[in-house]
């Protein structure tokens, strides 16, 4: 989308009409010159209708300075993703002359967006407009990281930011000329890398747990409530159970340990998902789906590992890592999968430092005109091949198999023999791998021919996961590799009712995607199990309330 109609989508003003039907879901206000009607930090902030007058929204410094984001006139209206996410606001609002302007609470915007279509498309159009903006201006700076590209605990921040769409800037140290003067001037040391500058913080070494934290991001108990269906796992299996469960009217949060995407997340192409023929980022579509499952009234927060699931009468705990606890009176585990490792010497020590098992542009960076090493043979190893090939590495895939025929798509297959730098080797495997100064420098490959050494400076790994589902409790049963076994597979005693499609043997609680015994271990098969297993959660919510 070029910068003009992204900019003409961005700041697009409502109608009279419009006007009217949003004055019933808000509260008018008279506003004097100077009027703050958000501002960083605050806990929360409305929609803001501009009726009359003009309102700015401007990024302030910590050195007292203000930079323009944009100007809202009669008919305009203020917030971005955030509004739907839950983020706290980081930028400043505030009127400029006399005027009169409507507060929308969020819960009576999320009401709007169910009821009033024509409108709700108007503002979520915008808002994913305002967020690329962002993403590529003046507002990006709300945001700062430093740190160093060969950090495991940088690039965990950064694989935060990322798949949460957060507006950032990025400064690896390792380019900088004088590094300790740069973090001095944020008040920070070498050793406090990585920083994290927000508009209201310098935040030394934090974990992206943290960082969700200050940011508002983290699930925030509700006391009072519980959720109709809890999905943990925001893979596209646990975004189409949120996407489909909030659009038929169910109260709808999504948990994950890491952030929106699951492993498609870092897919940096996606060739055969139905409707996009030219091909999609694994980033792109679980992106999308986020917002339209959150545009539904789903809550997605991220990072939020799930220690465990109780039943409490008529309803479960979920309870978090933190502490915290969910109420919910059904569970859809979306959990996917773990990649496997291999099981050499130093493997451990070298994860996040030349070992990763993702290939995204945080991990080409790290070996940009140098050689890459690919272990596996099924798609996403293919992908990665191809990925970091056209991102200027040479390639070497290690294949322990004759071939891939029978693990990879045609397509990806074709592609990979006319690669002019990438290299496959069959019938071999890494045997051995060398650091050099705590990072990845060579790998040891074994072939039919030859055992030798080759300079490495990046080794992705992609032979396999193991079902994400040891956190379960023994209630739920698994098959001997740990996958979840759901609907017919269960074993059910005599005279007892079958169990529901995509149910476990723990009756509320539902599996879908790679951690379930059965799934083809596609994207689009995760999609269509996530998605069918609403109706099971349904059907197993409306028996409850007439037990």
């Given amino acids: 989308m070029a910068d003009s109609l992204v900019d003409e989508v961005a700041f697009r003003t409502l109608t009279a009409d419009q006007l009217v039907v949003l004055a019933t879901y808000g509260t008018e206000m008279v506003s004097a010159d100077g009027d703050v009607l958000f501002s960083e930090g605050d806990a929360a902030y409305d929609l803001i209708v501009v009726l009359e007058g003009r309102a700015d929204i401007v990024r302030r410094s910590w050195q007292g300075t203000e930079a323009p984001i944009a100007t809202y006139g009669s008919g305009g209206f203020l917030g971005e993703l955030s509004l739907l996410t839950g983020q706290r606001p980081n930028l400043t609002a505030r009127t400029v002359g006399p005027g009169r302007v409507l507060r929308v609470p969020v819960e009576s ?3 709007l967006l169910d009821r009033e279509t024509d409108i709700a498309d108007l503002i979520i159009a915008a808002f994913i407009a305002r967020r690329r903006r962002l993403e590529e201006g003046e507002g990006a700076h709300t945001l700062e990281l430093l740190g160093s590209g060969f950090s495991p605990e940088s690039a965990a921040l950064l694989h935060f930011v990322r798949r949460n769409e957060l507006p950032h800037v990025w400064t690896d140290l390792d380019d900088v000329e004088d590094p300790p003067a740069l973090l001095a001037s944020w008040g920070a040391h070498p050793a406090d890398a990585p920083v994290v500058v927000t508009p209201t913080r310098v935040m030394r070494r934090p974990t992206p747990g943290e960082l969700a934290e200050h940011l508002g991001l983290t699930y925030r108990p509700q006391p009072g409530r519980t959720f109709d269906l809890t999905v943990i796992g925001a893979g596209p299996a646990g975004l189409a159970g949120a996407v489909y469960g909030a659009s038929e009217g169910l109260d709808v949060v999504v948990l994950d340990v890491t952030g929106v995407g699951g492993q498609a997340g870092t897919s940096s192409r996606i060739e055969n998902y139905l409707g996009f023929p030219g091909g999609v980022s694994g980033e792109e579509l679980t992106s999308l789906a986020s917002v339209q499952a959150q545009r539904f009234g789903a809550r997605i927060a991220t990072p939020c590992g799930v220690a465990g699931i109780e039943l409490h009468g008529s309803f479960f705990v979920v309870t978090l890592s933190d502490g915290s606890q969910v109420p919910t009176r059904a569970v859809l585990v979306a959990t996917g999968a773990r990649y496997r490792k291999l099981a050499l010497d130093g493997w451990e020590d070298l994860e996040g430092r030349g070992i990763y098992y993702a290939a995204t542009a945080i991990e080409a960076r790290t070996c940009f005109g140098s050689e ?14 191809l990925f970091l090939a056209g991102s200027g590495a040479t390639v070497t895939m290690v294949i322990r198999g004759p071939s891939a025929v029978s693990s990879m798509s045609h397509y990806l297959l074709d592609r990979i023999e006319s690669h002019p730098h990438i290299q496959v080797l069959t019938r071999s495997e890494v045997v051995a791998v060398v650091p050099v100064d705590g990072h990845l420098s060579e790998v040891r490959i074994r072939t039919e021919e030859e055992e030798a050494t080759r300079p490495c400076r990046a080794l992705f790994c992609f032979i ?13 049963a698994r098959d001997r590799s740990g ?3 759901t609907d017919r597979d269960v074993d059910m005693a005599e005279g007892d009712a079958p169990r529901l499609p995509f149910e476990t043997s723990l009756r509320g609680v539902f599996a879908a995607g790679d951690c379930r015994f059965g799934s083809m271990k596609r994207v689009a098969a995760a999609v269509g199990e996530g998605s069918s297993s609403i109706r099971s959660v349904q059907q197993y919510l409306t028996a409850a309330r007439h037990a």
């Fill in 483 to 485: 996958f979840v076994l």
């Fill in 464 to 476: 396999g996961a193991d079902p994400e589902a040891d956190w379960l409790p023994a209630d739920v």
């Fill in 109 to 111: 915007f999320r009401r």
């Fill in 372 to 385: 890459a090493v690919v272990v596996g043979a099924g798609n996403s190893a293919g992908q990665a091949a």
